[in-house]
């Protein structure tokens, strides 16, 4: 398993560069199993769960060429409906293959996903609303089954909770339906409207993306399109708060900074210089004490839980004490004994993590727990005294393209070890 090994104290300085967000690539690349025309999307991040994405459209019958960040898929015909329990209990993002595998092909059969590190992660609303659109939906030795052999029907669908995949799910069954889909307190993540783009492009009609109320007339056949997919904007965020931690002059450029309005109103509360120089850029500035400040994860467009971890770790360099709350997950504080060893003051109570800095962090050895928490250890260790080795390393490849080749660009003292 590789390691990375980091020794810290170098403020980071100068450009890095957005790739594409892995919770778009993801959606659009089940969106494909929409049409069997082909479709070409641009600016796909080489990381592990876009392969396993690929890998499983292959298995269900998808013609898949990668060239670069391009890639193009074709599925003329779906060979098999099914995604397999050995792909699924590694990406559990496969199950957004379920709405459009139920639409295209009137069936489908997708192993349940099973927890992960950072929370239960049920699907019920996914499998809810797709009974709601006319689909038959039985569970049996660890796989769900769907069936809708006379094809969806049209629903209102109101979810009971804010759900970004299950939006996503209900949005590529609804595009194919007969009538009219309403999804009534939808996920308004910059990802789920990227999608919409895309379905557009293909000839679906939906409203509302981006919004609480997604309305979808359904429509007989989508066609082939070409999509460039939006900036990754929690890798964005990841590179602020390693600027900010780091004590830094970062540029991050290629990205989207309305997509990170919330991450960049706290880094200006602590006292860090945020601007954004031009389109599509973004700066950030420390060169003095931070202030501690509270923060809760919140859905779109509020502070994402994605980056709850990255915060945190900077949180453990302000002055004073910071609360943070974690609103969506259940088991999110993975990363808070890592740091702990480290010598962060962390104190968790429930759904809160209470940090008392500014500590000074000394290098130690630490394991990666999932995607995220894996993000903060590494910031930790740029600014921790002396060598970090970084243990499970694949957690970080599966949403981060070549980041240590990223902020060993502008600075960082961060390699690879096999
Ligand atoms: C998406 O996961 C992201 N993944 C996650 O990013 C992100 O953390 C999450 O949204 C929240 O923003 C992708 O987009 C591929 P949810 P998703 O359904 O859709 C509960 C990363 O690091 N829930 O919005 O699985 C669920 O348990 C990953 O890139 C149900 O109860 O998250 C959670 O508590 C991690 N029943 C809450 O809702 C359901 O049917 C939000 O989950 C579905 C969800």
Known sequence: ?????????VPLRGEVETSGAKNSALPVLAATLLTDQPVTLDRIPRVRDVRTMQRLLVDIGAKVDVQGERVRVQVGEIRSPEAPYELVKTMRASSLVLGPLVARAGRARVSLPGGCAIGARPINLHLTGLEQLGAQ?????????????????????????ITVTGTEDLIMAGVLARGETV???????????????LLVKMGAKI???G?????????????????????????????LAAGAITGGDLTITRCAPEHNAALIAKLQATGAEVTQPEPNTVRVRVDGPLRSVDVSTQEYPGFAT??????????TQAEGI?????????????????????GASIRLEGNQAIVAGKKELTGAGVIASDLRASASLVLAALVARGETVIDRVYHIDRGYEKIEAKLAGVGAQIRRME
């Open 322 to 342: 910071s609360i943070i709350t974690e609103t969506i997950f259940e088991n999110r504080f993975m990363h808070a004994q890592e740091l702990a060893r480290m």
């Open 1 to 9: 398993m590789d390691k990375f090994v980091v020794i810290g104290g």
């Open 137 to 161: 939906i039985r569970q049996a030795h660890g796989y769900i089954e769907a069936e809708a052999p006379q094809g969806l029907r049209g629903a209102t669908i109101r979810l009971e909770r």
């Open 183 to 197: 999804i009534v307190n939808a996920a308004r993540e910059p990802e789920v409207s990227d999608l919409a783009t």
């Open 306 to 315: 994605d980056l709850q971890a990255q915060y945190l770790a900077l949180m």
């Open 211 to 239: 919004t609480s109320t997604i309305r979808i007339q359904g429509v007989e056949r989508l066609n082939g399109a070409d999509h460039t997919i939006i900036a990754d904007r929690i890798e964005a965020g990841t590179f």
């Open 207 to 209: 409203e509302g993306a």
